[in-house]
């Protein structure tokens, strides 16, 4: 037997029992015992390895703005304000059975959809944006609407947790870090605020999605420094 | 004093030593006491050389505070000098073939930001690979060629007469490249980026709130976006240039300080600025290379060098 066929033994049979012939060669082979060698402690290793890693969070995030940059993905426009979520989980449980939560669905839209065209006779369009420009940033950011609704979801929802790990910290990297995420926040809300009025202008939709991945990527930071001096 | 304090003479021998040996014995107490304190302020060196075969491949993570400082030599050798405020930061250093690996760790989580100061000053051959993060304190790198990529939150990266494929990333610090060539990525949210003589041929350049500033030649057949956020996007450029260039802003401006050298479009193509921009479309020379500009709220400026 060649060094070849040893190699051809692994493939089709794996690396254990080994024919008498293959082991007659090792003996003699100090190459192939090498590889056998380095064969054997990779299986080894990689059993070691967990069965499931689990991606972080800002993966999916960060792939979820792309997609939805591109137009591949969209998510429904009528997002659900975050504060709300917890009476509307609340309700949801309460509603298990099937008949009553769709006549709940059913009333609830019949109730928005009243609520939408009492508003807009009421509100004259150069009000209703007068209040959205006079609202501080924070408020905007937890009522994400438009196509990126589930991204700015997702990402606020991320925020107290990431903001929360380095809270306590003064040194200069946090605060910077912090500071830094106040400027991208404000520049979220100027984007959005911009498309909401013209929501045809690709520029501002492509620095809105770049702002949206940066954000991403400085939560990420920032829950990986607390995780580092935590 | 002294010699008078010889020539006394005590009334009583006890009472002399304890005078005098009470301060001797204060003092050591005191330096005693203090000796631990001044270790762990006290600037501690650490150097290793390593040799290279190939083309090597340098990866250094300092999470501590601290300045990297990478500058080349002819030598086939890298050498590392950490330098550490105190006993709190430690350097992992290892080679792996013709990869050296730094590592600036922690090793009391209570320590204070000054006594967590360790700066990194490497030699490495002129063709070398370089992966350097960081999270504050300046980032140099000087007259190296070959791929980088230089991660910081809040320190500043300084780059020198370096060449191959540079990717820049910060939080909040800005670049400053000086004489640079080949292909420059750089991101952040609150940098500046400043392109001194460049001989780059491919830039990307985008920041949220900086301003960019590029003042050099712009390469024939080169690729060249500069993207602002709110920051102020200036270009310098000289008369020899050749590129086409399209500016463009969101609820910005668009300050042309060289309409005398900006012709429209010479290779028939019509512009139009979308109706939710201001932009700005034209030729310089015969517009071999392409410049995109963009500011979402700034300022785009294009003026010519004397």
């Known amino acids: ?230 | 004093m002294c010699l008078r304090m010889m020539e006394m003479t005590p009334a009583r021998p006890g009472t002399w030593t304890k005078r005098n040996i009470l301060p001797v014995l204060g003092a050591g107490l005191f330096l005693w006491s203090a000796a631990p304190a001044r270790g762990a302020g006290t600037g501690q060196n650490v150097e290793k050389q390593f040799k290279i075969t190939g083309r090597p491949v340098v990866v250094i993570h300092n999470v501590a505070n601290g300045r990297i400082e990478v500058k080349s030599w002819k030598n086939s050798e890298v050498d590392v000098v950490g330098t550490q405020s105190s006993n709190k930061v430690g350097f992992d250093i290892e080679q792996v073939g013709d990869r050296i690996d730094v590592t600036a760790t922690i090793l009391d989580p209570s320590a204070q930001p000054l006594e967590l100061e360790a700066d990194l000053q490497l030699t490495v051959p002129e063709e070398t690979e370089l992966q350097l993060k960081t999270e504050t304190g300046l980032i140099y790198v000087e007259q190296v060629m070959g791929d980088m990529k230089l991660e910081s939150y809040a320190g500043d990266v300084h780059l020198k007469e370096v060449s191959g494929y540079i990717i820049v990333k910060t939080t909040g610090g800005s670049l400053v490249c000086t004489q640079c060539a080949g292909k420059l990525d750089f991101s952040s949210i609150g940098g500046n980026a400043q392109i001194l003589q460049p001989q780059l041929n491919n830039v990307n350049l985008m920041t949220t709130t900086g301003n960019i500033l590029f003042d050099g030649d712009f390469v024939r057949t080169g690729l060249y976006s500069m993207k602002s956020g709110k920051g102020l996007v200036e270009v310098r450029f000289s008369s020899t240039d050749s590129f086409d260039l399209k500016a463009q802003t969101a609820t910005g401006t668009v300050d042309n300080q060289a309409s005398a050298f900006l012709k429209p479009d010479s290779h028939g193509v019509k512009h139009m600025a979308s109706k939710f921009t201001h932009g700005l479309f034209g030729t310089v020379g015969m517009g071999l290379a392409k410049v995109e500009l963009s500011s979402y709220s700034g300022t785009i400026r294009i003026m010519k060098r004397d």
């Open chain 1, 1 to 230: 037997m060649q060094c070849n066929d040893i190699e051809l033994v692994l493939e089709q049979e794996g690396l254990e029992p080994l024919r008498e012939e293959a082991r007659a060669h090792l003996a003699e082979c100090r190459d192939c015992r090498n590889y056998i060698a380095d064969l054997t402690s990779l299986v080894d290793a990689a059993k070691k390895l967990p069965s499931e890693i689990t991606p972080p969070d800002r993966v999916w995030i960060a792939l979820q703005a792309q997609l939805e940059a591109e137009g591949i993905i969209r998510t429904p426009a009528d997002m659900v304000p975050a504060e709300s979520a917890s009476w509307w989980q609340s309700i949801s449980a309460f509603f298990r059975n099937r008949v009553v939560a769709t006549a709940m669905v059913a009333i609830l839209i019949a109730a928005a959809a009243v609520f939408q065209i009492r508003s807009d006779r009421v509100t004259p369009a150069s009000d209703a944006r007068k209040s959205v420009e006079a609202a501080p940033a924070h408020v905007l950011q937890e009522v994400p609407s438009g196509e990126f609704a589930g991204t700015a979801q997702a990402l606020n929802d991320q925020e107290p947790v990431a903001t929360g790990m380095i809270f306590a910290s003064n040194s200069p990297v946090d605060a910077s870090l912090r500071d830094n995420l106040k400027k991208v926040n404000e520049f979220i809300a100027d984007c959005e605020r911009h498309l909401k009025e013209q929501p045809q202008d690709e520029l501002t939709r492509e620095y809105l999605s770049a702002a949206y991945q940066q954000k991403a990527e400085l939560l990420s930071a920032m829950i990986e420094r607390g995780r580092s001096i935590n």
